[in-house]
């Protein structure tokens, strides 16, 4: 039978904005509500050195559309210049690098609006430029920084709670660091689609329940094309009924419990037809192993629910309202809020629908529930309702960052990289090569720390500075190639890896501009010989 | 040996140099003296694409010190390319991607020679990709890159040592990308890997027809049925709004009709032009790890990918991972695993004195043998009407009737060998 | 410039291979895949191939005349294009008649799984050769493009089988007239 259909308005017949269609390719990613946090995002680069990274960074934010960008940099452009920065050209010696940066940045988007610092040729009073600007979202420095800038910025950080993001290119390495202010939660963190189904197969709801019972109360007398369209929702339903009668209750448990089980489905198909079996029963067999299986809590809600939040300004956020609220539901039901969503099977157009209606109404009732917890919670009253049904749906892989407390013994750090390079390098000759993990970067983070503010450091001065704070450091022979390599770079940006390390830090920034996908939780660190990053939390 | 600009102020070039004339701890056996060095100086580098990665792989290029460099591209600017494509402007709109971008990058690092082909990689020949050193590709089709791999795979010559080019491939998708270093017959080549590109998730023409579920099915089925059905305009134009639009209100018609939800127009594009989403940081961070590589093959300033590792993946979805992973060779991959054997004929030998041949030489004995060369059926033993068709050709010659010469590649199939394919390259006594 | 050359050699050397020198006109993956799937074909009795132009094999017409079920004593026409993505792609199958067949459309359009989501590069032409044939003596009517073709196969096999023949005649069902596909067996 026809199902009657909410009646939807007719199509619009307006298509895409102009806009809409420039920024197509990445609404496709991060949608409009995205799209609108980077276009009231308001980013300052504190620029320095051969200044390549930091501009390479912005470029890729501009494109997107951010909202407005400064560059303090009181360097005058030199030959050198011209030599790995792409905005500036000719007419740009001996001029401002800040003003020439910002000016053909901003070519590249009207919409971006730019600024830059000092005015007029001389000294930088980064204090000033803080002072007298709208607040930052968001800060870059690059290294080389003078320590006086640098104790600038964090000190505005720590006063606006402002993220400020370090970066280092030399020679063939960099590396990046967030600091954020506190922990980041995400809600919208973009999981594999794969990963998402949540059918709840083994603890179903009265609806679903009376669904599949109707549909399969007479299943040997369904019709062949009936049956072959019963969707593998349903007909798993249905045999779990029939194993927990011959198993005294019990769900189908274990890889030998779900072999059995998927034989049983098996021997559900009709085989009488020219095909030899029914695609739906294939399946429903395929999707056994993924779909049967008690629910179990992901590590990134867990990580949120047992979060002590110290802070008082994130205690009072809408996400720990929210998050408490969903918590009590899952200690109330033993499973979190229903994502509602329902992956394509093999069904009759009308009995999908039906069947995505169930989910979409259990979602729903879900949602309202854990609505009610919130408004009847402190802080909670003028909640947003998508924002709960966001989090709802995406509750299983809510994730934090900068949950855990920072690395600030070098030494342990060291030790623990030391020592996986040491099992690498074990497998490996087990192995006789065929069998390889890579190396640590961390000795590559020294290294380049070690020149934070002395870029044209010899390799002895690296090492001796490194072996100074890392005693254990001494000796090490990946250690010295390493500073060997970035006294070779001179504090020199070579372009290539300026533009990888200036394309990871933008993505980073719009991460947590627009709170989707899951920045680094630290610290990144490149190896452009070899071609790898390693993130580690420092 | 210290540089001369030392004493007159920053150079150009320094940072650059640093690494070029330095010999580090993991190239020491680099040459790095000035000869070696202006080869690069030298050096005709090609870039296929103007798009997402290519507008960046020509600014690394550039800013890399290559100095003659030259791109192809096909295509024309669209509006939703400026998010990414930074080479161009709104103005630009419609003009030659190649041609603005050249222009660009020409005029933005002085010194750079930058050549324009607004057009198809197909419509080139051996001769002109002969020219280049090294090729960079940055493509978002599959086909144009095999056709490239196994253009500079067949280049290989063992007389010519120029002959082989290394060919190094980027690609993007979202927060998503890789970056691999092929030296044509000696690592990997594009085909050998083919499993790598997941191909497109189909959906059965008779879910389409019958059982839609998803806005998809909807989409499609307007696509693939509807508009053939009903042919509203000639030609389906994909970029046009207007046929887009008609799609759209079909689709969203049948998608009322089974009460489904959630057909856009923006989702209507997406699924018939098969749009891929696409960020200018991505594309920053391969092109720039292709240039990377195509600097340390030109310069030895580092080990390049390539030998050991050919292949490098970057995820930025959930944090950053990077993966580089070691890939074999295929043995019977069709591009680069058999090499034709050199074959010598007499020009004025029949094809059946040839096949004749072919039963009789030891390490073949070929009883039923089929043979084509390119665009050309030679003789086939089957199926019938084929054999029949070509039959005649069996008392002609080779060079004179058929038109076979030297260098021409032949291919033999015979059933009792059916894992098999002999390839031979013709030469004549 | 990496010194390329000399490990090229050196896998010369290793593997004793006589490489073959000079320019080369050589054929297409596509080309040489095909040339392997045509010798490897079984037709039977029923099919045969036609080649408008010999030397181009990525286009050709496939004959069926099914000898046996309820299309027997037609002859039905399929043309077949190979891109030169094949075998990365299903080669692109139309039926160049208009036909009263549950698993093919009235535009010659065919659904069989291998032609489209279930096509893997390992499969060749006869494997879909043997698909179209099996579509003849098997209908499939559970999964339709022609869903009145599939209802009337459902619903009576007998008044399918007549409005098949039908069909076959040149005759219309339901207001749709049909291509005739009979051959006179001389």
């Known amino acids: ?538 | 040996m210290a540089t001369t600009a030392a004493s007159t102020g920053p150079s150009r070039w320094q940072y650059l140099d640093k690494i070029r004339r330095n010999p580090g701890p993991f190239n020491q056996d680099s040459d790095v003296g000035d000869e070696a060095l202006a080869a690069q100086d030298k050096a005709k580098i090609l870039v296929i694409g103007a798009g997402g990665l290519g507008c960046e792989i020509l600014k690394d290029l550039a800013l890399s010190r290559f100095k003659d460099i030259h791109v192809i591209d096909m295509d024309t600017i669209d509006i939703s390319n400026l998010n990414r494509q930074f080479l161009f402007r709104q103005d630009d709109v419609g003009k030659f991607k190649a041609e603005v971008a050249a222009a660009f990058v020409e005029k933005r690092v002085k010194g750079t020679k930058i050549t324009a082909h607004n057009g198809r990689i197909q419509d080139f020949n051996e001769d002109f990709y002969m020219q280049f050193q090294i090729v960079v590709c940055g493509l978002d089709s599959i086909e144009a890159r095999r056709w490239i791999n196994a253009m500079l795979v067949n280049m290989v010559d063992m007389e010519d040592q120029d002959s082989l080019k290394p060919l190094i491939d980027g690609g993007t998708e979202g927060f998503k990308g890789q970056t691999r270093v092929i030296f044509p017959t000696l690592t990997p080549c594009i085909e050998c890997q083919l499993d790598l590109y997941t191909p497109r998730a189909a959906v059965p023409l008779c879910t389409l027809a019958t059982i839609p579920r998803q806005p998809e099915h909807c989409i499609e089925w307007a696509h693939i049925i509807a508009w053939e059905e009903q042919k509203p305009f000639p030609n389906l134009d994909k970029d046009d709004p207007e046929h887009i639009t008609w799609l759209y209100q079909k689709a969203s018609a049948r998608a009322q009709e089974f009460g489904i939800s959630g057909v856009t127009y923006s989702l209507t594009q997406g699924v018939v032009k098969n749009i891929i989403p696409a960020i200018a940081s991505t594309n920053a961070i391969i092109a720039a790890s292709c240039c990377n590589e195509a600097l340390k093959i030109a310069t030895t300033a580092a080990p390049a990918l390539g030998f050991e590792e050919s292949y490098m993946m970057y995820s930025g979805d959930d944090s950053i991972y990077t993966s580089t992973f070691k890939y074999d060779k295929k043995p019977d991959c069709t591009v680069c695993g058999e090499v034709a054997k050199p074959l010598q004929v007499d020009p004025k030998m029949t094809l059946k004195e040839l096949l004749d041949s072919f039963a009789l030489k030891a390490d073949l004995q070929l009883k039923k043998p089929s043979i084509r060369a390119e665009g050309k059926t030679l003789y086939m033993q089957f199926p019938p009407s084929i054999e029949e068709q070509t039959r005649p050709n069996l008392e002609k010659t080779l060079q004179q009737d058929l038109g076979l010469d030297v260098g021409h590649e032949v291919v033999v199939t015979d059933p009792a060998f059916p894992t098999l394919t002999f390839r031979f390259i013709l030469s004549f006594v | 410039m990496l010194k390329i050359w000399s490990m090229k050699k050196e896998q010369q050397k290793a593997e004793n291979a006589e490489g073959a020198g000079g320019k080369k006109k050589k054929i297409t993956a596509a080309q040489l895949r095909v040339q392997k799937d045509l010798s490897e074909l079984s037709l039977g009795s029923t099919m045969r191939t036609i080649f408008a132009d010999a030397d181009d094999i990525l286009n050709f017409v496939l004959e069926i005349k099914p000898d046996e079920g309820v299309y027997h004593g037609g002859l039905f026409t399929f043309t077949f294009n190979m891109d030169q993505n094949y075998p990365h792609e299903p080669p692109k199958v139309r039926c160049q008649q208009k036909i009263y067949h549950p698993n093919i459309d009235l535009e010659g359009k065919v659904c069989l799984n291998i032609l489209r989501e279930d096509w893997k590069p390992v499969l060749n032409l006869n494997a879909v050769i043997v698909g179209l044939q099996f579509l003849f003596l098997e209908p499939n009517a559970s999964d339709p493009l022609n869903k009145e073709a599939a209802e009337d196969l459902r619903s009576s096999r007998e008044n399918f089988r007549r409005n098949v023949r039908t069909s076959m005649t040149g005759g219309s069902i339901r207001g749709t007239s049909y291509d005739r596909v009979m051959f006179n067996r001389a």
């Open chain 1, 1 to 538: 039978m026809t199902e009657i259909v909410v009646s939807q308005t007719p199509p619009m017949l307006h298509g895409p904005t102009e806009k809409e269609k420039k920024y197509d390719r990445q609404l496709r990613l991060w949608a409009a509500s995205g799209q609108a946090a980077l276009e009231s995002a308001n980013i300052l680069l504190v620029n320095s050195g051969a200044g390549t990274v930091g501009v390479e960074t912005l470029k890729n934010l501009v494109l997107p559309g951010i909202g407005k960008f400064t560059i303090a940099d009181d360097a005058l452009v030199n030959e050198a210049d011209l030599g790995v920065n792409f905005f500036l050209d000719e007419s740009s010696l001996g001029r401002l690098r800040s003003e020439c940066c910002t000016k053909l940045l901003q070519e590249l988007n009207p919409e971006v609006q730019g600024d830059w610092f000092p005015k007029e040729k001389g000294p930088l009073d980064l204090a000033n430029v803080l002072e007298t600007s709208p607040i930052f979202t968001l800060i870059i420095y690059t290294n080389p920084i003078r320590k006086e800038d640098l104790a600038t910025i964090e000190a505005y950080s720590s006063q606006h709670r402002t993220p400020v993001i370090s970066i280092h290119s030399a020679g063939f390495y960099s590396y990046f660091r967030i600091a954020l202010p506190g922990t980041f939660p995400i809600v919208d963190t973009h999981p594999e689609v794969e990963k998402t189904a949540d059918l709840r197969l083994l603890n179903p709801w009265p609806e679903l329940v009376e669904f599949a019972k109707e549909m399969t109360r007479n299943i040997d007398a369904l019709d062949d094309h009936e049956h072959g369209h019963v969707p593998y929702v349903v007909i798993l339903l249905h045999y779990l009924e029939q194993w927990r009668q011959s198993h005294s209750g019990e769900n189908p448990n274990g890889f030998k419990d779900k072999t059995e089980f998927g034989k049983l489905v098996t021997r559900g198909a009709r085989t009488n037809n020219p095909e030899g079996g029914e695609e739906n029963f294939q399946e429903a067999v395929a999707a056994i192993n993924k779909n049967i299986k008690a629910p179990e809590l992901e590590a990134g809600v867990e990580e949120v629910f047992n979060h002590q939040v110290s802070d008082e300004a994130e205690l009072e956020s809408m996400f720990w309202v929210i998050a408490r609220a969903i918590k009590q539901f899952y200690h109330k039901h033993g499973c979190l809020p229903l994502p509602g969503a329902l992956p394509d099977m093999k069904a009759q157009s009308s009995v999908y629908v039906k069947l995505q209606s169930i989910y979409k109404a259990k979602a729903r009732k879900d949602a309202q529930e854990v609505l009610e917890t919130v408004r009847a919670s402190p802080g909670g009253k003028d909640v947003d309702p998508t924002e709960v049904d966001l989090f709802c749906k995406n509750a299983r892989f809510v994730k934090l960052i900068n949950a855990k407390p920072r690395q600030l013994n070098l030494s342990q750090v060291f030790d623990t990289e030391k020592a996986s390079d040491e099992e690498a390098e074990a497998m490996k000759v087990a192995t006789c090569g065929a069998f390889s993990l890579p190396a640590s970067n961390f000795f590559i983070y020294l290294a380049l720390t070690a020149t934070a503010h002395n870029p044209a450091a010899t390799a002895e001065e690296i090492v001796s500075t490194i072996t100074n704070a890392v005693p254990e450091a001494a000796g090490h022979e990946r250690l010295w190639q390493v500073a060997q390599e970035v006294a070779r770079a001179g504090g020199g940006e070579l372009h290539n890896i300026s533009a990888i390390t200036g394309g990871m830090v933008a993505q980073e920034m719009i991460k947590i501009i627009t709170k989707q996908y899951i920045p680094i939780d630290d610290t990144c660190i490149f190896d452009g010989i070899s071609s790898r990053c390693q993130v580690l939390r420092l």
